[in-house]
């Protein structure tokens, strides 16, 4: 598979010299430099930020940067992390009140969002612009919006600053559903959540007159990882549960099952790859070995 190699290093800073920027935007085109910047940023399910100014005036931001992230206790819960400009006015409601709640939108909202993402003056409403609905929130002072399908209420924990842009990092402490969504979820086997709802993903910016382009998932079609590899009882478990389980399923024999674990536990007293490389190489190749070994 040949690929092509880009120094994108190079390329932006290029663009930063020659400020070729869409109102602080490096939305990198094809035919400037045969690279488009989505090769790094993949669709993501887009939502709304909306946050408080000073004087209380709802602010709904469109954004399709950050993801959700788990952890485990102390503090056990979710936290979700996106990024923002700083020009923009979420971002400023951000850093003074430490508190949002996220909003996925579905294709239902496609006009409503991009009615949001106008350059309406600061301190309108966007969701009342858009004819949007105000979701009353239980932790946090800004509300939701009724019409989106997952409202997360989230309060700031931490921030870092990103070449004019900040990232924020937010614990969820509470999350409202539309009821039909969730009882649909529920009867459905494999129980996908914002998976089986019609998400809008961004997936470029193109056209003489720049405009988003969005793509969606066919919600009606999953694929189930196998369940004869790995451990039997949990999603991931340990190394020692995981060969356990493909003991038990007869993929390996249990003289393998023990050279496994011993070479394992040698590898563990030293990840050094060249002092412990004869450990590291027949490790790899035995785990390789296993893992596409097909099971009757």
């Known amino acids: 598979m040949e690929h092509k190699y880009f120094d994108v290093a190079e390329i932006y800073a290029d663009i930063e010299a020659k400020d070729k920027f869409d109102m602080g935007d490096i939305l990198t085109k094809y035919e400037d430099y045969g690279f488009s910047h989505r090769w790094i940023q993949t669709p993501v399910a887009c939502y709304f930020i909306n946050t408080y100014d000073q004087n209380g005036n709802l602010n709904s931001t469109p954004v399709s940067m950050g993801t959700a992230m788990w952890g485990e206790p102390a503090e056990c819960g979710w936290y979700f992390c996106f990024n923002m400009h700083n020009r923009r006015q979420g971002r400023k409601n951000l850093m003074l009140t430490r508190e949002c709640t996220v909003s996925y939108y579905t294709a239902d909202l496609l006009t409503e969002s991009w009615i949001a993402g106008m350059p309406i003056p600061s301190g309108i409403s966007e969701a009342d612009v858009a004819k949007m609905t105000e ?7 800004v509300p939701g919006i009724a019409e989106c399908v997952s409202n997360l209420e989230v309060k700031i924990v931490d ?18 559903v539309q009821k039909d969504a969730l009882e649909r979820d529920m009867a459905i086997e494999d129980e996908p959540g914002l998976g089986g709802v019609d998400l809008l993903y961004e997936c470029s ?11 969606r998932l066919d919600t009606a079609k999953r694929y189930r990882t196998d369940d004869k590899l790995g451990d ?7 190394f020692n549960t995981w060969m356990d389980s493909e003991e038990k399923r007869g993929r390996i024999t249990a003289d393998e099952h023990a050279k496994l674990l011993e070479l394992n536990k040698a590898w563990g007293l030293n990840r050094d790859p060249k002092a412990n490389k004869a450990v590291k190489d027949e490790l790899t190749a035995l785990l390789r070995d296993i893992c596409w070994r097909e099971v009757k």
């Open 159 to 176: 921030t870092y600053p990103l070449s004019n842009n900040t990232l924020f990092i937010g614990k969820v402490v509470s999350c409202s």
């Open 135 to 141: 979701l009353p929130s239980k932790q946090v002072s």
């Open 205 to 215: 910016i193109t056209g003489k007159t720049p405009r988003l382009n969005y793509g």
């Open 232 to 238: 039997e009882n949990r999603w991931i478990g340990n």
